[in-house]
């Protein structure tokens, strides 16, 4: 298929590269033309004017930027430029609630929106994206080409018994969770879960490294080697997951984590897990206590919140701040 990309960053250029890898023609634009010119093999636009006229009809567009003014004006623009049955596509962390009235917006002049809570981060181009789709059924399974190439697939992971009646996509790594919103929502919740393991395992490497302390009877002072006991907990642990691969990868690297300040950002999608936690009266005591944690280590900071930056950076890239004030990013892009 053809398909316009929109945002040529980590993730929107590996995005386009994965989709050229399965046989894809990708039109690419980004603000910056070095990062047009150093996606090869696409077709470069220089403007969002020139990658609407490189594709054919029905249009699909694909839109990698980060959430609020910038995907708002892109979105703004392409209703202005698009045609009925042409499709946007809004793969980064945006605000259900936005989503539902871009939706709404585009529906009036036939143009069809999708939202793509898109999970992957720099790792995506090799291992694929989990994506969280929301939007009208027809244009998703019209786009299952696109999605079923930039998802992981089936892999090695066991088979859960019972599922033969249910949707075949989910366990190629791809969903369609219902109407516009949908996919953002569910992207948003488990952004907010991935705040709560990544403080989990922070606080619980944190207490192991502090055994040492002259604080404790002599005789119950352990000097505990973490990164050995992240690789252990590897293989065969219940608390495996690919975030303790990635702590594995980062204490290897470096035993102390003294590159890392510890002060954390957080993510809109954090806060807006609790926000709907509020909003639905449902308790969420773990995730708000770990955005709020984050909120805390930008004045006092200890090696566990050095471990999540260590964390962010491996899998998704991020290099934080070593000053107190910093901009919030997106964990999982």
Known sequence: MQI?????GRMGANIARRLMKHGHQVVGYDASPDAVKGLQGATGATSLEDMVGKLDAPRHIWVMLPAGRITEDTIGKLGGLLSKDDCVIDGGNTFFKDDVR?????????IAYLDVGTSGGVWGLERGYCMMIGGDKKVVDRLDPIFKSLAPGVGTIPKTPDRETRDPRVIEGYMHVGPAGSGHFVKMVHNGIEYGLMQAYAEGFDIM???TSDQLPEDERFDINIADVAEVWRRGSVVASWLLDLTSIALAKSGDLKE???KVDDSGEGRWTVEAAVAEAVAAPVITAALFSRFRSRSDNTFGEKLLSAMRKEFGGHIESTTPVHKAKDDDE
């Open 4 to 8: 316009g990309i929109i945002g040529l």
């Open 102 to 110: 871009r939706a709404h917006a585009l529906a009036g002049k036939g």
């Open 209 to 211: 490294r502090a055994r």
């Open 260 to 262: 890392f300040s510890g």
